[in-house]
């Protein structure tokens, strides 16, 4: 049988067709080896040995910012790295990114900043939010902040006024931290509908990313970027699925029958 590391870098490998860039989603990157209880956390060991699977399959690493405003023909292995809420064990990640020489978008709420999140517990881990000397930090060492509104609001379900309040004061307060523009944007919970993208634009944001599945841009729309959620149960191994196929469903049993497992020869 074919060592998984094998599998994992023939798999990318038969990467050919020009799908353009995929978006990746973390949340906490947590210090402990084992698996984290929270869906949306990753161990720092399985978080540093996925940068490493990008950086041997020569992925390119842009922000959100870079991507909108550079020119659209990024090379074929191209992956938005995008971190979201702000927690503060995300120091740790910026520091191995940094490393290998890789950027990253972080998409902060500002009202929880140097605090615990004020939103409805869902089970993530415990700990406060990055500060703003922290968010300085991360965008010294080359990284992209961009907004998730003041309070992490399901901004579906809000009014107008409450919509445009917590999409600008939250990018007004990270403009002041930052001492510049702030222009991307993380729909929280990943709900956004027609009304929240043209709100998004309005105030001034140039991109904003979705938890769709799928190619980044698939919808050639900045206000409709698609994203795939790094899950704590992910290896390296289901990353390269994940990156080959665009999509969650890539157990092997999903897979059966497509033309990646014809190619490998199953």
Avoid at 30 to 48: C, L
Avoid at 87 to 114: H, P
Avoid at 145 to 167: K, P
Wanted: hydrophobic share 35%; proline share 5%.
């Amino acid at each position: 049988m074919m060592p998984v590391a094998s599998l994992t870098r023939l798999i990318l490998r038969h990467t050919t067709e020009p799908h353009g860039p995929v978006g990746l989603m973390y949340h906490s990157v947590r210090q402990d080896s084992g698996k984290p209880d929270w869906p949306w956390a990753v161990s720092r060991q399985r978080f540093t040995e996925q940068l490493d699977l990008l950086a041997d399959e020569g992925y390119t690493t842009p922000t959100i910012n870079e991507l909108i405003t550079r020119s659209p023909n990024w090379p074929q292995r191209t992956a938005l790295i995008t971190f979201d809420d702000g927690y503060v064990d995300n120091l740790d990640a910026c520091a191995e990114l940094q490393k290998r020489g890789m950027r990253a978008t972080w998409f902060i709420v500002t009202g929880s900043l140097d605090q615990s999140p004020r939103w409805p517990e869902d089970g993530r881990p415990a700990g406060r939010l990055l500060n703003a000397s922290e968010l300085r930090e991360i965008q010294s060492a080359g990284m992209e902040i961009g907004s998730h509104t003041v309070s992490h609001e399901r901004l579906t379900n809000v009014d107008d006024a409450h919509l445009l309040t917590e999409l600008a004061d939250s990018k007004a307060t990270l403009e002041d931290i930052l001492g510049s523009s702030v222009n991307s944007f993380a729909y929280p919970y990943g709900a956004w509908d027609k009304r929240c993208a043209t709100a998004a634009k309005q105030v001034g944001y140039t991109a904003a990313c979705t938890t769709q599945t799928g190619w980044a841009l698939r919808d050639n729309n900045p206000f409709q970027l698609r994203r795939l959620t790094v899950f704590n149960s992910d290896t390296a191994s289901m990353l390269a699925r994940k990156l080959y196929f665009g999509s969650h469903d890539v157990r092997w049993r999903d897979i059966a029958g497509s033309h990646l497992w014809r190619a490998l020869g199953k």
